[in-house]
């Protein structure tokens, strides 16, 4: 038998919690459990797991070793006492969110959420009958304002793609306890190394797995961690059905870009708070959105909740639209790609890439201006980084 591991802290945490050796081979890294199906003992066996009088692994769609392992990793960092693992963080989303909304429900949620999350609540859920107000401010007060006897739950995301506006957690989760109702959070960009949103009063927290979890760019997951009534009801009665479960193999890799989570957190935190002062100094930059600056709006309540600000830089580049593409074609170490919470640094343009079909006024309405650039500051050496950025913003003409 091997011994309880005993720790207290989120950076060992990272490393320990949810793994062991092995007891019949000594196997000190979790196994990926590549099975789809386990036999059982007997006939009697097969009929107490189906009944849920006992705990045991039948299919991988409802359960399975190394995805377990990473449950239980993902539940000790958010402070929760379960979570369900998913396929990816828009199947969190959509799992967790069909999981407690039917139809002549309302939703409030705020209007700077995942762009697919968005589209997912104005699209799908209103064609199915499922009301939603977004909210467009800050404001705990206007999320107050926006409730209604058939709320049933309160969706946030903070810091928020691509301006890093910074909500209140704990007082939004007040109002939405106070109407009875639950609330959500998407923790991709602070992770728990930053924020811990159930230690402020919040229900149920949302990952994309894909992005820091797994930190390395090459697997998709995603995650939901909360009390252990809500995350066996959203998995027995939801994520079985809908069934967009993580493969062992991403589980794996997954578990193993965790254990690093706490260390690239520190880098990536470091790193973009130099980048953002970089860039405010920078004359061909306009504007910078980092929640680490002291003139970012969100910036005391960020203090309040955040460990650490993040990885995530926005700003504006002088010039506008052509100014923002002639940067991103001229930069030399940063990635052009999408998605985020890499090893490497990424950069996009979102006016002439990811938003390139939103209408212009509606671009401006939802602060992706035409200079706009998002960076995902990775963990280089962050004068590498600098020299990189100087070089290309030179070029730029005012
Ligand atoms: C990427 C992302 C998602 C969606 O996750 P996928 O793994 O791409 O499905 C949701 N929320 C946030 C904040 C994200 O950055």
Not at 84 to 110: F, K, P, R
Not at 211 to 238: N, P, Q
Not at 280 to 309: C, I, S, T, W
Not at 324 to 340: E, M
Request: hydrophobic content about 40%; aromatic content about 8%; overall charge neutral.
């Amino acid at each position: 038998m091997s011994k309880e591991k005993r720790f207290r802290y989120i950076d060992t945490a990272v490393i320990h919690a949810g793994e062991e050796t092995c007891p019949r081979t000594g196997a000190v890294d979790t196994p990926i459990y590549q099975s789809t199906t386990f036999a059982f003992d007997n006939a009697n066996e097969g009929a107490e797991l189906f009944s849920h009088r006992k705990d045991g692994y039948v299919y991988t769609r409802y359960g399975n070793p190394t995805l377990n392992a990473l449950e239980e990793k993902i539940a000790a960092l958010e402070g929760a006492e379960a979570a369900q693992v998913t396929a990816s963080g828009m199947s969190a989303i959509s799992t967790c969110v069909l999981s407690l909304v039917q139809g002549g429900d309302h939703i409030v949620s705020a209007r700077s959420i995942y762009s697919a999350a968005f589209d997912l609540f104005f699209r799908k859920l209103l064609a199915w009958g499922v009301e939603v107000s977004f909210v467009g401010s800050t404001s705990p007060d206007d999320f107050a304002r926006a409730m209604k006897p058939n709320t049933r739950l309160v969706y946030i995301e903070t810091p928020s793609n691509p301006i890093l506006n910074v909500l209140d957690i704990a007082a939004i989760a007040r109002i939405a306890k106070k109407q009875g109702c639950l609330s959500v959070i998407d923790n991709t960009f602070a992770t728990p190394i930053n924020t811990r949103p159930l230690e402020l009063g919040v229900d149920l927290v949302i990952h994309s797995a894909t992005k820091y979890f797994c930190g390395h760019g090459d697997a998709m997951g995603g995650a939901i961690a909360g009390s252990r009534d809500l995350i066996r009801s959203i998995s027995v009665e939801t994520h079985r059905d809908l069934g967009g479960v993580m493969s062992p193999f991403n589980a794996w890799l997954i578990l193993r870009g965790l254990r690093t989570l706490a260390l690239r957190m520190e880098r990536h935190n470091a790193n973009a708070m130099q980048i953002a002062e970089f860039l405010q100094n920078h004359p061909k930059v306009e504007k910078v959105f980092y929640p680490g600056l002291p003139d970012h709006p969100g910036h005391d309540v960020a203090r309040n909740q955040m460990r650490g600000f993040g990885g995530i830089v926005g700003f504006v580049v002088r010039g506008g639209l052509e100014a923002g593409k002639y940067l991103l074609d001229n930069v030399r170490l940063c990635t052009l790609a999408v998605s985020l919470g890499d090893t490497r640094t990424l950069i996009t343009h979102p006016a002439s890439t990811t938003h390139v079909v939103v209408p212009r006024e509606k671009r401006l309405e939802i602060g992706i201006f035409d200079g706009l650039v998002r960076l995902s500051v990775g963990i280089e050496n962050v004068q590498d980084l600098k020299d990189d950025l100087d070089q290309a913003l030179a070029g730029v003409s005012r």
